[in-house]
């Protein structure tokens, strides 16, 4: 018998987010920043844009001139700066995004504009300000543009890069070792001997760990021998911020990962009320952690989904680091979870405005099929007997909700 209490999943979750701290920074080129948390406050080191800028093609002009005829005397293309004022009777050519000339405050769009040897005459009148970007008018200097915590996609480099922050510091992405235990497991590309399985779970994981912005490190798989797995436990610590392992956290003879953690940190928790998934193990080693994750494919996957990607993502400075959280209706009855919370595998559509839930099937930790194309894990309660169809229930979106009927 395991002399860890079995303790509630929401306990756990509380204890790693009372561990588990974001990593230092470090200066990063701001083009490979895409997916990183920024660590710092930014604010603008200048307006933008700098000069008064044309939004048109068109003549920059003096909206008040009421000469019926101007003299085109300028040309003004993007980077280019006119060399001569906006006068009575003159005008400058100008293209969309070039500076405006001095002396101008207007600029009338080229469709509103007849030309002929040199001259322009409009067809419309403008206003003082028309078809002009003021200075500062995206940005202004000193504002602050981005906050600490930001998670930076697309828009955010490149307002960046606009800015000329060409390096930037972000939170530190967590290296993390993964090993597989157990005597059955082969590598995926070897004959598998009757009794043996492939090792998909390491795999697996070092996806999933991609995924959640982390950077993986096989420590490749190790037999049941408790030297040999006690070794390989040190070296991941020792060698990343996080250690992953996959089996042998359970209560037989050659479960040794339980032991291994005890032997270098402090044990934190050995089996949780959760299904799939209940030897989950986490222990603290100093500043870093490790997870022991069940061996059974499905388990492993959700029990990192739940508990290791949140953390992963907490390494990383994000301030959301766990996933979206809704309520769905179900589409047909579920049993409920027994004396465990259930995460169970379900995909997610909208039905009518509604967002519904389907099983993915026979939920066997051993199934893999059950998380593909998966999008979410909804969480049914302990207790027995079902829960009908219709009935809501908290899920936590793993992907994208799909937009039609199923």
Known sequence: MSRYEIIPVETALEIVRDVVRPLNSERVPTADADGRVLAEDLTSPEDVPPFRASTVDGFAVLANDQTSERT???????????????????????????????????????????????????????????????????????????????????????????????????????????????????????????????DSNRYAIMAAIREAGGIPRSLGRAKDDRELQTRLVRDGVESADVLLTSGGVSVGDRDFIKPALEEIGRVHFGRIAFRPGMPLTFAEIGPKVAFGLPGNPVSSLVTFEVFVRPALRMMQGDPNPTRP??????????????????????????????????????????????????????????????????????????GPILNQEL
Not at 82 to 110: C, E, K, N, Q, S
Not at 179 to 188: I, K
Not at 358 to 385: C, D, E, F, Y
């Open 72 to 198: 085109v005397d300028q040309n003004i293309t993007a980077g280019v700066t006119g060399t001569g004022t906006v006068r009575p009777g003159t005008a400058a050519r100008i293209m969309t995004g070039a500076p405006l000339p001095d002396g101008a405050d207007a600029v009338v769009m080229i469709e509103d504009t007849q030309t002929d040897n040199g001259r322009v005459a409009l067809q419309k009148a403008v206003s003082p300000g028309e078809n002009i970007r003021p200075i500062g008018i995206d940005v202004a200097r000193n504002d602050l543009v981005l906050r600490g915590g930001t998670v930076l996609g697309a828009a955010e480099i490149g307002l960046l890069m606009t800015l000329g922050f060409a390096e930037i510091a972000c939170y530190r992405r967590p290296v993390v070792a993964v090993l597989s235990t157990g005597d059955e497991l082969v590598e995926p590309w070897e004959t598998v001997p009757l009794g043996s399985i492939r």
């Open 325 to 398: 959280r809704v309520e769905i209706e179900l589409e047909h009855d579920v049993a409920l979870g027994g004396n465990r919370l259930e995460y169970h595998r379900a995909i997610v559509h909208w039905s009518a405005g509604r967002l519904v839930a389907r099983s993915t099937g026979a939920q066997l930790s051993s199934r893999l099929l059950s998380m593909v194309a998966h999008n979410a894990l909804i969480i049914i309660p302990t207790g027995t007997g079902k829960i009908p169809a219709g009935e809501r229930l908290p899920a936590i979106l793993t």
